[in-house]
């Protein structure tokens, strides 16, 4: 007959339940994992799927879960998972304020539509590039980059008390600077290809007073909007791909690999 403890009922359930806390954290608010558009249910299962497939390789302290120690390690494993998704968010938050930057420019700054990524009104030009760089995301297979950044955090920070660190958490405050670098590297040619043009539009008015510049400047500034737009789309994928490399050195970095 196949007796059972309650330690061995302990450590069985910590051996899941820890590393569906982190993956699940990171789910929760991680570019397309963390997408309004994906049921909660979907998000569980696929953390629940990675964290049984992760929990044999993982290395796990001797704490009852329910103990105020090991109440400290599932805190922890928010805060890894958590800072983990929210540093990658943060470079689809930035293409996406890259875009907002470009239509102010052009002139489509009322143009609003909802993002179904967010749940709130962003720029219809914003919101396009956000889905553009959610579809190269997902084409350059950077949802597997991170969970098996996920997986490989495991090793090089292992689950107990210490977490992140202060340093560790000091770093993802500093990282929230990529949001205006990462936008002014995806809105600088189009901006000053625009600026360009309104500079031209000034001298046009001022050789022609009697020209009306808003009712002229206006069409014009859409239209060449548009153009730099389509042809600045193969320079929107090199500098997102080129932020994605950072974002994804930063996480292993945080993950202390």
């Not at 007959?1 to 330690?7: A, D, N, R, V």
């Not at 929760?28 to 909660?40: E, I, R, Y």
């Not at 969970?147 to 000091?170: E, K, V």
């Not at 997102?240 to 993950?255: M, W």
Request: a neutral charge; glycine letters at 10%.
């Amino acid at each position: 007959m196949i007796t059972l403890t309650s330690k061995e009922l302990d450590g069985w359930l910590a051996e899941l339940f820890w590393p569906f806390v982190r993956i699940g954290s990171c789910f929760m608010v991680a570019p397309a994992f963390g997408a309004v558009t994906v049921p909660v249910r979907v998000r569980v299962i696929l953390a629940g799927a990675v964290a049984l497939l992760v929990a044999p390789l993982v290395s796990i302290p001797d704490v009852t879960p329910l103990s105020a120690t090991g109440v400290i390690i599932t805190v922890q494993q928010v805060i890894i998972g958590a800072a983990l998704g929210f540093s990658l968010q943060i470079l689809f938050d930035a293409v996406s304020l890259g875009g907002e930057v470009l239509a102010n420019s052009m002139g489509l700054s009322l143009a609003f539509n909802l993002d179904p990524n967010n749940g709130a009104s962003t720029p219809a030009l914003g919101q396009l590039y956000s889905i553009l760089v959610t579809l190269i995301f997902l084409v350059l297979n950077g949802h597997l980059a991170l969970i098996r950044t996920l997986i490989d955090g495991f090793r090089t920070l292992p689950i107990g008390t210490s977490g992140l660190g202060p340093a560790g958490l000091w770093s993802v405050v500093t990282w929230g600077s990529q949001l205006f670098s990462g936008a002014l590297a995806v809105s600088l040619p189009a901006v000053t290809a625009l600026l360009i043009a309104n500079l031209a539009f000034g001298v046009v008015s001022r050789a022609a007073p009697t020209l009306n510049i808003f009712s002229v400047g206006l069409p014009v500034a859409l239209v060449f909007g548009f153009i730099v737009i389509i042809v600045g789309l193969p320079t929107l994928e090199t500098s997102f791909i080129r932020l994605l490399a950072v974002a994804l050195a930063f996480l292993r970095h945080l993950s202390g690999a």
